[in-house]
Every structure is written in structure tokens, then in C-alpha cells.
């Protein structure tokens, strides 16, 4: 391990678990390996050992954290007098969980007055550890040179500037509006808001610029952060749940209060609100239906005085409760709830993977990035691409290739929605194929509106335009103008003579179109890469931990030695293009010179060709799954080989060994898989999971603009 980070709240306040998850995630990107450490747990009631910190972690970040020991624990032996002993099992627990890491991440306690001796703890810890400082502050209401000198006497406590201990600082919830004392709710109520802080990100840079104190991170507040779902608000109150809808998923921005006139609070009515109303106002709960009707995400209706809605008020609103507005009942009057809502604690649940996500990559992208990288550069380890990484890294390039993307599937509800997702985060330029009022309308079924960033082609219009370049393409075939006119009918044909056309940089289909039917054009129209001998695929298996290639799960039925010597290498180049490391083992039923038989003869001349072809590639075969993956496998298998147990590459010998194997993993493991990515196309045709969920649509897309930037 080479570097040991500590963070160190200098109060209470300061978003500790997000900052730590925000350095995990910025880290994973690097291709960094790292551990998490939370040395004495934060006191909660009713639990000795469990910590959030860990529960998150645990649960979003897929690390294996080890048990933090408790305040009680801590307590006692520090008032025995044995803090030494106390040291020596944070050490050996720390040493247990950290000794593979590249960088471990230890999480220090918060000072409050439960902990009094919080600072002086965190110290000896630090020192135990011989970790590097980093020191976490949240503005409050200090002016700038305020929170200067707050953090240059915290930073004395732990050593001054010479003790070199203390390596930068972070500045959390930047322009945070100001709170009431211990009133946890008051994030999302808009009531108990004082006015804003005025100091910004650019004002606190300057005024540190000629400190020895480096911030290395400058947080800004962020509200949707911290917006809690309606479920939680439904879980605090106990309420009882009237309609269920989308209580899970939405979010809640704000609370109103229906107290007055229905005139004077229409306004309020907007997406992510939570309207507070007595049961008996049936024209509020009418008009919250109404709104909800047309199109209004309201985050929730809350009826107080346990008043339930009457029969025939709920008759008439049913078809509002059909688009998902969660609806509970609490038996407290609006002023009793006013006030319970003030004890809601606005901390992250560890079960609200969503928010967590949020948090992590918004922390993330807010650290300089100069010391995140150098935090891995002493490292000697191989780097292992996490999965986060993997898709920060994707939608990165993609955004930077700046590529237009044709949709033939433009109608399709997911596809509608990747669509915007990436028009609005610059991934791609896409371009739907289908009725614009269709598509429209499929948009607004899900509370989505379509911006100009969506390019629309109506296929009725565009089809002609390809007849004569199509007949031109397949004129060795006996392509006629009918059967040319008859094909274009296909969306995925018409949007692959747009690509052959140079119109579009690149192609997804299939999210209801089989394998077959979104490849089979391509192979026809847009023919193989200069140089390419086949047309192989790959899939990005997402694993826990890391990123794995396996190829070929969709194209070849039955490769020769030839053709296999190809599929690896072509994999290994899309493995190093997307930045993984390539390690590439052809897969067999047997290890080294273990085995004979025809099918292992194959892979093992494969190896050989490929390794003659590619001598700069790491290529070794025949390899076993388990001795390519596993490395105390390996280490009795096949100990001299240079792959066996780090493989990142996996070669499978026929299409029916890869696509078992890769459906195997993915179902088994319940994990993420892009592809099948097209290797050896002249120009980028990429194929979806007819499940595939929006994500996996918006991911095949940036993979798409990535090979088309490449390929140029």
C-alpha cells in the first residue's frame, strides 16, 4: 500500500460520509485501488458497532470494510488509561483490511460534546496509522477569514505546517443556507431558512491561495443532494400509506403547507413538493390530482388530522393516482406534523442507492484532480478499472468525441429517455428515427420533454432519399429498387444506410430488435474495417471490483485457430481503447499442456499465432476460467504464466462456451454487461439487451462515440 489518507472533521456538520464517498469514487476513476477504514464508530442508540459510514460503503462501493469498534469500547479503555492498546487493535484490524489497497481512506470521529476527546484520538490514530491529513470544514456563517483561521488553529492541534502531517484541506457545502440549530428538517421546508451565505467556491480560493494549508477540494451546496425520498418522509411519520404510486422514487424539494386559499398556493404546486394539507380540504386534494393529471411530479400529499379521503372525492381523483402521486395520512394536525417534521434527520439512508450515486460523483468532480492522481502514482500494483470508473470514463470520452448517434428504435419509451439523458449531458448528438408525434407523446407519458438537443427524423420522409446509394451498395447482390424500397421500411436499415452514408457516426439498435436484426444490415451495407479478416464482438462485463472483456459471445459460432488468433486480438485493442489493461487468456477446458483433444489444440495454436502476431500483447493459453481469474488457482496451475489469475481479456473458444458463460455470470452475479460491442466494422454498429434498462442504453450510446472518434 502507498499512501494512507485520513479525514478529519474539525466539527460537526461537515458531510464526513460524503467527502469520504466522493474521494472513493474520484480514486475508483483512476483505476486506483483502495479500502475504507472507520477506526471508532459514531455513538448511535441501540447500535454497539454499526456506523453509517460503513453501512453506505458497504452497500454502495462494494468493499469489503471491516467493523468499526464502538464509543463504548473506546471509552473504556481510554479511561483505563490503555489508549495504547486501544491503537493496537485499530492498527491490526487496519493492517487486515488495508494490506491490498493501493490507498486506504480512514474515516476520523466527529467532535461533538459526546466526543470530547475526538481530536486527540483522531491524532494518535493518524499517527498509528502514519496517514497524511486531510482536514474537512464546513463554512457555517464564517466570512472567509474566518474559516481561514478556524482551519490554521484545527491544523495546529494536529502538528502545524512543519510536521507535514496536515496535507490540504476540504471545504464542504459552499453557499449552504444557513439552519436553525438542531433542526434536521429544515433542509427541505423552505420555513426555517435564514438568509443564504454570500461567500462562494472563487472567494474562499483566493483568500487560501498564499496558505500552507492547499484546499484540495472546494464543495458547493448542492440541494438536490439532499432531497430525501417521499418513502422516507412516509417511514418518519408513521403514516399510513393511502396510495402507494411512485413513493419510492420521488423526491422531495420542498413542503408547503396548504393553509390558505387555493388561489394563494397553486403556485406551490410543482414537481418534488410536498403538499401538507388537513384530510377534510377535498378542493386541495382535488387540485393536487389535477396537477398530477397534467403532468406535475408532485413529490407527495401528505393529509393530516387523520381525516381520509372521501369516497367519492376518491373516485374522482383515481385516474391521478394512476400516474404515481404518493398520497399517506398521519392522525397529527398540520401543526403537530410542522413540528415532528423538524426532528426528520436529513442524513443519506445506506439503502437510498440513488442519492448515494449522486453524491459520490458530485464530490468527486469537485476535488483536484492533480492530487487524487497523485495519491496512485507510487503504486506498482496492476490497476484494476472499477465499474464507476469504467462508465466516468466512457461518458467522459464520449462527451469529448462529440459524435452523432442514430436511434432507429425512436418510439421506444427507454430509448426516448437515453435520448434526452445524453442530449442533455453532451454524451451524444442522437437522432431518433420514428413519427415525431409519436415520439412526443411517448415523452410526455414519462414527465419528459424533448429540447432541441434531439434531432427527430421522420422515416416517411428520409427512406427515397437512400434507395439509389442502397442499390449502389448491394448492386453485386441483384438489388433491385423495390426490394431496396421494401428494406427501407426497417428503421435499423434505414438509420445503417444513414451511417454508410457518413451522415451518422454510429448506430444502437435492439432494445426490441433481435441480435440478428440489428447486425445483419451492417454486415451488408457497412462491411468490414480496412485490414479487419472478421467482424468479432464484446462484452464489458461489470463486475463488483473491476471491468472484464469477454469475446466473442455473439458473432463467431465456431472460429478456427486463425480467426480465435483474431477475436484476441482485436478484444485486447478494445480492452487498451477503453482503458483497461490488457491481460489476455484464451480460455480452453484445460491448463498449459494438461490437455490434448482437437478443441484445446485449437486454443493452444491460436495462443501461438496471436502471441506471434502481437508480440507487445500479454497473451497466454490455454488457460482454465478459474486459473485465468483465481490467483491461488493460478499460482498451483499455472504458476510461470503471466496472465493466469490477473486476466482482464477473456478469448472463449466458440460462440457456445462465450455467450453460456457470459449470461452466466451476468444473471448469476446480478451485474451490469455493455455489449455486444462490434470489433472489425468499418464504422460502429452496436447492438442492447432487449431488457436493458435506460442506463445500458445510455452507455452503449457513449461506447459508440467513443469507437467512432477512434476509428477516424
Known sequence: MSRTIMLVPISAGVGITSVSLGILRALERNGVSVSFYKPIAEAVKNEKNRDRSNEILRTAANLKVPDSFSMQHAESLIGRGDLSDLLEEVLARFNDSANQADVAIIEGLVPNSENQFANQLNLQIAKTLDAEIVLVVCPNLDSPQQLKNRLEMAMGRFGGSRSGRVVGCIVNKVGAPSQVPDTPGADITGVFEGPKVHQGSLEILSLFGKSPLPIIGCIPWNADLVAPRAKDLADHFQAEIVNYGELDTRRLRSVTFCSRSLGNMIYRFEPGSMLVSSGDRPDVIVAACLAAMNGIKIGCLLLTGGYNIEPMVRKLCAPAMETGLPVILVDTNTWQTALQLQSFNMETPTDDLERIEKVQDFIAGHLDNHWVESLGRDSNRPKRLSPPAFRFYLTERARRANKR?????????????????????GIARPVLLGDP????????????????????????????????????????KGL??????????????????????????????????????TIRPALQLIKTAPGASLVSSVFFMLLPDQVLVYGDCAINPDPNAEELADI??????????????????????????????????????ATKLAQKKRPDLVIDGPLQYDAAIMENVARKKAPESPVAGRATVFIFPDLNTGNTTYKAVQRSADLI???????????????????????DIIYTIALTAIQASQLE
Open 405 to 425: 448517434i442514430v436511434l432507429p428504435e425512436g418510439d421506444e419509451p427507454r430509448t426516448v429517455k437515453a435520448a434526452l439523458t445524453c442530449a442533455e449531458r
Open 437 to 476: 408525434k409519436e415520439i412526443h407523446r411517448v415523452a410526455e407519458q414519462q414527465g419528459l420533454t424533448l429540447s432541441d438537443k434531439v434531432e427527430i427524423i421522420d422515416p416517411k420522409t428520409a427512406r427515397n432519399k437512400y434507395v439509389e446509394p442502397m442499390v449502389k451498395l448491394r448492386k453485386s
Open 480 to 517: 433491385t429498387d423495390i426490394v431496396a424500397k421494401e428494406q427501407l421500411q426497417d428503421n435499423v436499415v434505414l438509420g445503417t444506410m444513414m451511417l454508410a452514408e457518413g451522415e451518422v457516426d454510429g448506430l444502437v439498435s435492439g432494445a426490441v430488435h433481435t441480435t440478428a436484426n
Open 568 to 605: 484476441a486480438i482485436q478484444s485486447a485493442d478494445s480492452a487498451s481503447a477503453f482503458g483497461i489493461e490488457p491481460r489476455v487468456a484464451m480460455i480452453s477446458y484445460s491448463t498449459g499442456t494438461s490437455g490434448s483433444g482437437s478443441d484445446v489444440d485449437k486454443v493452444r495454436e
Open 673 to 695: 454487461s455493455i455489449g455486444p460491442m462490434l470489433q472489425g466494422m468499418r464504422k460502429p454498429v452496436n447492438d442492447l439487451s432487449r431488457g436493458a434498462l435506460v442506463d
